[in-house]
């Protein structure tokens, strides 16, 4: 089990950038991929980026795919999220997540995470 700890969100203009961090404790990290999902009001959580436990593959929803960069640092046990371009769309709570299984490739399914954190807030202005 992991625990971890998002940072890095606040309010922005349209067009504007953030850079989100999650830093985990536990020394599971680095064998797991990581996936960020986000929340907006009367939404369900929905699916942003993955990454794998080594940082080889990563995989984006359609609707950031160029313009969100998913990584991690296992030296540090901390993943990262570049936003750039953002959209009045993108505001919610960004939560990151651990997946279940070690060294296994990343998913898009909630259930296959089992450690999250506790979402940092990112509002996209107009």
């Known amino acids: 089990q992991v625990q971890l700890v998002e940072s890095g969100g606040g309010l922005v203009q349209a067009g504007g950038s953030l850079r989100l961090s999650c830093a985990a404790s536990?020394?599971?990290?680095?064998?797991?991929?990581m996936g960020w999902f986000r929340q907006a009001p009367g939404k369900e959580r929905e699916f942003v980026a993955v990454?794998?436990?080594?940082?080889?593959?990563?995989t984006y929803a359609d609707s950031v795919k160029g313009r969100f960069t998913i990584s991690r640092d296992n030296t540090k046990n901390t993943g990262y999220l570049q936003m750039n371009y953002l959209k009045p769309e993108d505001t919610a709570v960004y939560y990151c997540a651990a997946r279940t299984l070690s060294y296994s490739s990343g998913s898009a399914q909630k259930d296959d995470y089992s450690d999250w954190g506790q979402g940092t807030q990112v509002t996209v202005s107009s």
């Open positions: 990454i794998s436990w080594s940082g080889s593959d990563t």
């Open positions: 536990g020394r599971t990290f680095s064998r797991r991929a």
